[in-house]
């Protein structure tokens, strides 16, 4: 059985678009094993426990009111989304960080699409790559934060 490559032959136009391609891929691999690296490891920074406290309260009451009556109505969305983490893998860092870092890996696509009509499918390529790696998309990608949607 032969793996068929007639999709595959036209796909690039010049060899700097299949190296351009290679190269994103690698990075995609690369950032996505940093993004998920020790995700768990660390402490929540104090912003970060604002997000973990309407969670464990929004699990418990169903809309996330505090104690003393108010309501923290910022990015209810991602709120929901890391209480449904948090519902699959305990209330732990690593659970309340991942909605984050799959909301950031879910900006890959549409960044290749709107690049490539810009500047082109090796330019995508490389807007990708230097996405994947670049050290503030992975730093704010491992923050449970309610803007982190909003970044991506």
Known sequence: MSIPLAPFRNAFHSKS???CALLALGAIVIGVLVRFSDLGLWCLAVDEFYI???VELSQQKGIPVYPDG???WRGL???Y???GSVGLFGMNEYALRLPAVLFNLFTI???YLLSRKRIGNAG???LVAFFCVSIW???FARFARMYSMFQC
């Open 17 to 19: 678009e299949y190296w």
């Open 52 to 54: 973990a406290k309407s």
């Open 70 to 72: 108010g309501m923290y």
């Open 77 to 79: 969305f991602f709120q």
């Open 81 to 83: 989304v890391e209480a």
């Open 109 to 111: 696509p549409p960044l």
């Open 124 to 126: 995508a390529f490389l």
């Open 137 to 139: 998309e992975v730093e």
